[in-house]
């Protein structure tokens, strides 16, 4: 690791080169191969939905969420600005329209309260984006979309080992997307996962993602030959990067456990400086058990966001700050619409820091990240 404190370092966990060496020697390398058959059960055991399939990210499993909804050009699809691009580019890329609405000012979240005012008559889904593991108002966004016949796409590309009232994010809606980059908590180098939690679409989405094929239903022995059946792409990852992700899985509850260690020690650390009114640190609600994906402050008005940055730099520190709001980007006012005031998307994005969190992080790293905080604060 070097020296000074990288914002993120892939976590190791000793088994991925074995089984990456496994998946060599026993000559499958392509996808959907063992390794990759025992993430799918993993996943689909953890969390309960029909059927996950592994793709090649999380951006690939959303543009499947597109393509299982059979967007057409000039379909809405509500969601926060609040995100990474991949996704309103899901939606854009089928000739769809974001439609964005404002986040919470506690987590960050789309703001379910602002959602049915956005509907019209070209709605086709709601995306819920679970910002920083902390799920999204679920129960509210599914019965709006289920009074209206909408579709509900989660994006919980940092939801993953996450719930909301002990359901696992991602498995909610009627479709969900994990990404397993190497930034997340359990990760596969690129990689991601679609979850299809409506029976319906589960057949259709093995289709999709095997060039639209039923290619799946050949090798299960329920047809005599594969043909070509939909409109389709290749999403399936390789056999080394499932192998990898296996090793990861493995030890997901550890990762999430160390990981959740060194968030509440950033908690209660910050709690001074909170009390202070020099930051907000994040706010999760009772129902939700968040899985330690980052550690964010909101900084006070007042103080300038970039001289902190620097001075954490300086001391050898690397802090991020997060999203630039999709609806203030170009490509975002040229494809997308806002939909009422983003008084809480344009505030808070601009006060927003990330502190470094990864498994690996030490105490003495945390510490010293802690106590340049402090100093460039307190003055």
Same mark, same amino acid.
């Given at each position: 690791m070097p020296d000074s404190i990288p914002f993120n370092y892939p976590h190791m966990t000793g088994k991925e080169l074995y089984y990456i /060496? %496994? /998946?060599?020697? !026993? !000559?499958? @390398?392509?996808?959907?191969? &063992?390794?990759? =058959?025992n993430c799918h059960r993993w996943i689909e055991e953890r969390t309960g939905c029909r059927r996950a399939l592994l793709t090649h990210s999380c951006t690939a499993a959303l543009?499947?969420?597109?393509? @299982?909804l059979r967007l057409k050009p000039g379909d809405e699809v509500i969601m926060p600005s609040y995100t990474f691009v991949s996704t309103a580019n899901a939606v854009v890329l089928r000739g769809g329209v974001p439609v964005f609405v404002d986040i919470r000012e506690d987590t960050l979240n789309i703001d379910e309260r602002l959602i049915e005012d956005a509907v019209t008559p070209r709605t086709r889904a709601i995306a819920p984006v679970h910002y920083a593991g902390v799920g999204c108002a679920m129960d509210t966004i599914m019965d709006i979309a289920n009074r209206k016949g909408l579709k509900v796409l989660e994006d919980a590309a940092q939801g993953f080992m996450a719930t909301y009232k002990g359901k696992a994010l991602g498995s909610i809606?009627?479709?969900?997307a994990y990404s397993f980059h190497e930034t997340k908590n359990v990760i596969s180098g690129e990689g991601g996962a679609l979850l299809v939690n409506d029976p319906d679409m589960v057949l259709h989405a093995e289709i999709i993602r095997e060039k639209g094929?039923?290619?799946? $239903?050949?090798? =299960?022995? %329920?047809?005599?030959?594969?043909?070509?059946?939909?409109a389709g792409s290749s999403y399936l990852p390789g056999e080394i990067i499932a192998a990898f992700l296996w090793a990861q899985l493995e030890e997901a509850e550890?990762?999430?456990?160390? =990981?959740?260690?060194?968030?509440?020690? +950033?908690? %209660?650390?910050? #709690?001074?400086?909170e009390a202070r009114e020099l930051l907000r640190r994040p706010i999760v609600p009772q129902e939700c058990v968040h899985n330690a994906h980052m550690y964010y402050i909101l900084l006070a008005p007042h103080i300038d966001r970039q001289k902190v940055l620097a001075g954490l730099k300086a001391a050898g520190i690397h802090a991020v700050f997060h +999203?630039?709001?999709? *609806?203030? #980007?170009? #490509?975002?006012? $040229? +494809?997308? $619409?806002? *939909?009422?005031?983003?008084?809480?998307?344009?505030?808070?994005?601009?006060r927003l820091i990330r502190l &470094? @969190?990864?498994a690996d992080l030490t105490r003495e790293q945390q510490d010293h990240i802690l106590s340049t905080l402090e100093s460039l604060l307190v003055r």
């Open positions: /060496a %496994e /998946a060599h020697f !026993g !000559g499958k @390398l392509a996808g959907d191969g &063992p390794f990759t =058959r543009e499947m969420q597109s393509l @299982l809606g009627h479709l969900g094929t039923d290619r799946s $239903r050949f090798f =299960r022995g %329920e047809v005599d030959k594969y043909t070509w059946q939909e550890k990762i999430t456990a160390c =990981r959740l260690d060194l968030w509440n020690r +950033y908690h %209660e650390a910050l #709690a001074g400086l +999203y630039v709001p999709l *609806h203030s #980007a170009p #490509a975002g006012q $040229r +494809y997308g $619409r806002v *939909h009422g005031s983003m008084k809480h998307t344009d505030d808070l994005s601009a &470094p @969190l990864f």
